[in-house]
Each structure stands twice: as structure tokens, then as C-alpha cells.
């Protein structure tokens, strides 16, 4: 696609349901970042791919968020049994190389409320 | 462990003015800086960044940053302002890890342009 695409764009979610949080990198770009941007902060690492191998998981902020990308192309995020804590926008980002000097690539996020 | 401090939250200018947007790190080797800006619903998108060589790096819709390394700053500038370029700008440092720049941001500052 032209861009990073993440679904949904809006979820609501009550306390302790999960939630799956899509993410369509741009095609080809190997990198894959999640990030969490709570209100009124900057954006926090939670995790790394390149292509399917998850290569850094230290910003998971709990046993409740796993993330995967089976193929090394489209990405999950789930987060299990929901807590009020968890609401932030969460953001993907890709990039084409894994030389570490190319242009993240970020979608508009998906809004997480928790009630 | 990197951080970024950004000490203004939220700074009013009017249109045609100047701009500088402050950023301090902490880093502990040759930093990796960036500017972002976030537009309401958008993404994340790049502004400018540095790697190495000058440091007064150039970047899209007119602007410059400047790498001072003995204030540990990456202050963003821009000589004129206009309407379009009210949103919310973070600055961060980054790692090359594993290929992937993982990024520290600092918590943003949001810019408002009086008409």
C-alpha cells in the first residue's frame, strides 16, 4: 500500500476483554516497530521485527501484550484481559532496510480506550 | 539509558514569526536525532534528522535543526511560520540496534500559530 495502515482506527474496549490491534506495513519494508503514546506523552518503544523474528520485546510492558508477525509482513498486537493503564494510541512504524538509517514510516495509530 | 527533554509544551507564535523548538539528550555515544511532526489524526511523519557530519541539518517544509554536541541540543528552527505547520513536534534520540532505529522521544510540544 502507499502507506502504514492500522485497523481499527477506534476501540473500546471494556476492562479485561482482548484486543488485537492490526498493522499493514508499507510492502517490502522489512522493519516493523510498535510503539504506545499515552496522552499528552511521546511515543514509547514496545517492540521490534524484522521480517517475522521478533528481535526486541523490552518495551512490552507486561505478560498481557504479545505481538507477532507470522509472514514478515502484517503485524498483531494483542493485549489480553484490558486495563485501564492500557489506554494510549498505539502506532506502527516500518522501514525498508535493516541498516538502521532509513525513514520510519508511521501510521495514524489506533486509539485504545479502556473502560 | 537515553532520554530527550523537550522544556516547552506548548509555544503560541504568530504567523510569519520565527520558530525554535528546544530539544536536550541524554546519550551516551554519538546520538542519533530526529524531529517528528504529528498533525492531528495523522502519523508520525520526519522531519529532519542526524546521523553525522554537519551539524546543521536541513529538513522538509523549510526546516533546520542544529546538532550541538557541548549543549547536548537539537533545537528545530524555522525563520518563518506558517498557518499549516500548528501541530505537535517530538524530538528523539536513537539507538541502531539489531539494524532497527529504536527510538526515545521526548514528551512533544505543541505549537500554535496566532493568524
Known amino acids: 500500500g502507499a502507506g502504514v495502515s492500522q485497523s481499527p482506527r477506534y476501540k473500546v474496549a471494556k476492562r479485561g476483554q482482548d484486543v488485537a490491534l492490526r498493522c499493514d506495513p508499507i510492502?517490502?519494508?522489512?522493519?516493523l516497530f510498535w510503539y504506545q503514546q499515552a496522552l499528552g506523552q511521546g511515543p514509547e518503544f514496545l517492540t521490534y521485527?524484522?521480517?517475522?523474528?521478533?528481535?526486541?520485546k523490552s518495551g512490552l510492558p507486561s505478560d498481557r501484550f504479545f505481538a507477532e508477525r507470522p509472514e514478515g509482513s502484517v503485524s498483531t498486537l494483542k493485549i489480553q484481559r484490558t486495563q485501564q493503564e492500557d489506554s494510549a494510541v498505539y502506532l506502527c512504524a516500518s522501514s525498508f532496510g535493516t541498516g538502521g538509517t532509513g525513514e520510519l514510516f508511521f501510521g495514524e495509530g489506533s486509539r485504545l480506550t479502556v473502560l | 539509558a537515553q532520554s530527550v527533554t523537550q522544556p516547552d509544551i506548548h509555544i503560541t507564535v504568530s504567523e510569519g514569526a520565527s520558530l525554535e523548538l528546544r530539544c536536550n539528550y541524554s546519550?551516551?555515544?554519538?546520538?542519533?536525532l530526529f524531529w517528528y511532526v504529528q498533525s492531528p489524526g495523522q502519523g508520525l511523519q520526519l522531519l529532519l534528522k542526524y546521523f553525522s557530519g554537519d551539524t546543521l541539518v536541513q529538513g522538509i517544509k523549510g526546516f533546520e535543526a542544529e546538532f550541538k554536541r557541548s549543549q547536548s541540543s537539537f533545537n528545530l528552527r524555522k525563520p518563518s511560520v506558517h498557518w499549516s505547520d500548528a501541530a505537535e513536534y517530538f524530538c528523539a534520540v536513537g539507538d541502531i540496534i539489531q539494524g532497527a532505529q529504536k527510538l526515545v522521544f521526548g514528551q512533544g510540544t505543541r505549537l500554535t500559530i496566532n493568524p
Open positions: 510492502s517490502g519494508h522489512v522493519s
Open positions: 521485527f524484522q521480517n517475522e523474528a521478533q528481535l526486541d
Open positions: 546519550y551516551g555515544a554519538t546520538p542519533y
